[in-house]
């Protein structure tokens, strides 16, 4: 397993990273599939279709439902979900902040009630890594907490040492995992996770001491919950530069298009958003010219497709008066055409940076993407 560093462009990086489940060409946007599926009646199929490289679920979330130790006896998520191509797991650690009402924090782990039925589940270092482990994930993410954006000072120190210390442990953990007869992906790797609020010297410090690990990866969390763009970019120009260049980098949970050419720009590699498949269940579609709602009734004669020269499944056969029917009708087939050609949009703009990073023109690809898309709507 190895990260190829091909190129750079000022902070950019163009890579290449090797898994046991195949090369992932970086920069990369993952598909979300919380609960391994895409929301919007989106198949594995169709994933391989739009440029997927990599599909992304929720370890606690399959945790609670259907269960982590089923589908190791299913033969793991690939084989469940019939997908063939890398798979990252998240830890859990974001619902130790998003489930902020129903969990306690402590030294061992935390204690959640789930959300399904209201049980108590206990979840620390190990029990995430052996939860991920039987999934058979390529890319496991340690256990940690994502303390809010703006917490105070205090509050963020103290939960940057305990992620450290749960750092450890997940290292530990993974590398017992991998040595059992019966584990499904002995070659799962291990991503540590930065942490630090909005405090660039408590992330630069972390920063520096999770490198010491010398992990197969890193990730930079806790943004987008709370702060600023502007605020999120400072970080980010802090932090990364302390991440080892030669390593992939990972914004958890982020973004737009806009947030995410400047990420690139700042050395992020791997990327994970909600955005175009929760925006697409909502008839809002994103073009180079600006991002389209679909129930506006201007569209409602309108027969081109979404986007003029889109090679996505929905704008080869369908035109935007249609997609606009059946959103209005509640149709689910409405929801699949616009979540695909959202997925297929990421995904083909993060092919364009690694064009555009091969050819040495990335920032004048950037300006020009922004511009255009910035435009408004057609």
């Known amino acids: 397993m190895k990260y190829e560093l091909l190129k750079t462009e000022g902070k950019a990086k163009r890579g290449r ?50 269960g982590d130790t089923l589908i190791k006896e299913l033969g793991g998520l690939h084989k469940f979900m019939n997908w063939d191509r890398p798979i990252l797991t998240d830890s859990g650690g974001f619902q130790v902040f998003s489930l902020a009402g129903i969990r306690k924090i402590k030294e061992e782990g935390v204690t959640f009630n789930s959300h399904i039925d209201g049980r108590k589940i206990f979840m620390g270092p190990e029990e995430s890594m052996q939860i991920q482990s039987n999934l058979g994930s390529t890319i496991a993410m340690a256990f940690d907490e994502c303390p809010p954006a703006l917490a105070e000072r205090k509050y963020v120190e103290d939960s940057v040492a305990r992620t450290t210390r749960w750092l450890y442990r997940c290292k530990d953990e993974m590398e017992r995992l991998n040595s059992l007869d019966d584990t499904i992906n002995k070659e799962q790797l291990l991503f540590g996770i930065n942490q630090g609020a909005v405090f660039n010297d408590i992330r630069i410090e972390h920063a520096k001491q999770i490198s010491e690990l010398d992990l197969p990866g890193y990730a930079v969390g806790g943004l ?26 990972y914004l958890m949970g982020v973004g737009t298009p806009a947030n995410i050419l400047e990420a690139v720009d700042r050395g992020i590699d791997f990327f994970d958003c909600v955005y175009p498949s929760r925006n697409g269940r909502h008839g809002h579609v994103y073009t180079n010219h600006g991002k389209l709602n679909l129930f506006n009734q201007k569209f409602e004669k309108d027969m081109r497709p979404i986007e003029e020269g889109c090679g996505c499944p929905t704008c080869r056969s369908y ?9 209005k009708a509640k149709e689910m087939l409405g929801m699949r055409l616009c979540v695909l050609h959202n997925l297929y949009f990421y995904n083909t703009m993060m092919e364009e940076i690694r064009d555009a990073l091969d050819a040495g023109n990335f920032a004048a690809y950037k300006k020009f993407k922004l511009e255009s898309m910035a435009a408004g709507e057609q």
Do not use: W
């Open 319 to 327: 035109s935007r008066a249609y997609v606009r029917h059946l959103l």
């Open 17 to 66: 990273f090797h898994t046991v489940h195949g090369v992932i060409e970086t920069p990369v946007f993952m598909n979300v599939g919380t609960v391994a599926a895409i929301k919007g009646a989106v198949s594995t199929d169709d994933l391989r279709e739009i440029k997927c490289q990599v599909e992304l679920s929720n370890t606690y979330h399959l945790h609670v439902r259907t």
């Open 224 to 249: 987008a919950v709370g702060e600023s763009h502007e605020q999120m970019y400072d970080v980010l120009d802090n932090v990364v530069p302390h991440l080892p260049q030669n390593k992939p980098t």
